[in-house]
């Protein structure tokens, strides 16, 4: 019974290690669900650089819904804005917004053998729907080559199904 105990955790540790590894083998984000009329925190995760060449430049596309949106500087790096109009009107409240932040651009240097994290703050407006998911298609560009973590996954598909799939957050019914 204890050899069966002891294999068996083994085992579960070994599930546990493999799975930590392909969550930071992507762009990943930390938090992966929100409901609608919420803050939303987006915490990017960049775990490598591309082929063992250092990260210089890290892109996140802002998805339609995902309003209000302030991103946080990084010290030693670079940080800019796409500004742009919305698919539609959104009312936060406190005004009607038709234009925001599209785009987030960090620029710095970021080695291969470290990880970090890029945020970006903002509400999920409550015209998106529960049981939907918002992508945030990420662009990470390197010293050699790049990785395009875009891959929106189709009917019938999942994230698992691609190569670079694009980070997901999942929208869920309020509580």
């Known amino acids: 019974m204890k050899i069966s105990s002891i294999v068996g955790a083994a085992l579960s540790a070994a599930v546990l290690v493999s799975t930590s590894s392909v969550a930071f083998a992507h762009a990943t984000l930390e938090v992966k669900q929100a409901a609608p009329k919420s803050s939303y925190k ?23 819904g995902y309003v209000n949106v302030k991103p946080m500087p990084k010290a030693g790096w670079t940080m800019e804005t796409v500004v742009g109009k919305y698919g539609k009107e959104y009312d936060t ?79 869920v019914a309020p509580n």
């Not at 987030?104 to 240097?109: A, E, Q, R, S």
Request: proline share 7%; charged share 25%; hydrophobic share 35%.
């Open 42 to 64: 987006a915490i990017m995760r960049i775990g490598h650089g591309c082929e063992g060449s250092p990260t210089l430049k890290v892109r996140i596309q802002v998805p339609e």
């Open 93 to 171: 409240g406190h005004a009607r917004i038709t234009e925001g932040v599209k785009e987030v651009i960090w620029t710095g240097k970021l080695l291969d053998a470290h990880y970090d994290e890029f945020v970006l703050t903002g509400t999920i407006d409550g015209s998106v729907s529960p049981n939907t998911t918002m992508w945030l298609p990420t662009v990470q560009e390197c010293e050699k080559g790049f990785n395009r973590w875009i891959e929106i996954p189709a009917a019938g598909k999942s994230s698992g199904d691609y190569k670079e799939p694009a980070p997901g957050l999942r929208i």
